[in-house]
């Protein structure tokens, strides 16, 4: 049975910083696509980012250049750092595993 379970989320001012983090159960990140999206208030869930079983990665056009997918295999866990964050990245973040979804981590970022 696959559980992700996030955390890291929480209330920042724009510029700022968090780290998200995904533990996983009943897979192996390392070899599995492993993805973060989110769901703001009022609109549809969004893909945010991807890391695949090679190691590449995949970004929303909207975070490129200011998140950061990762991977720690021995922790099989999966981290999303976000820098310079903006209102509009305001969301429940979901860590993605094909059907299989986690609870969810608010981030805020206030302007």
């Known amino acids: 049975q696959v559980q992700l379970v996030e955390s890291g989320g929480g209330l920042v001012q724009a510029g700022g910083s968090l780290r998200l983090s995904c533990a996983a159960s009943?897979?192996?990140?390392?070899?599995?696509?492993m993805g973060w999206y989110r769901q703001a208030p009022g609109k549809q869930r969004e893909y945010v980012a991807s890391?695949?079983?090679?190691?590449?990665?995949n970004y929303a056009g909207s975070v490129k250049g200011r998140f950061t997918i990762s991977r720690d295999s021995a922790k099989n866990m999966v981290y999303l750092q976000m820098n310079s964050l903006k209102p509009e990245d305001s969301a429940v973040y979901y860590c993605?595993?094909?059907?299989?979804w986690g609870q969810g981590t608010q981030v805020t970022v206030s302007s």
């Open positions: 993605n595993k094909g059907d299989n």
């Open positions: 009943g897979i192996i990140v390392s070899i599995n696509p």
């Open positions: 890391i695949f079983g090679s190691g590449s990665t």
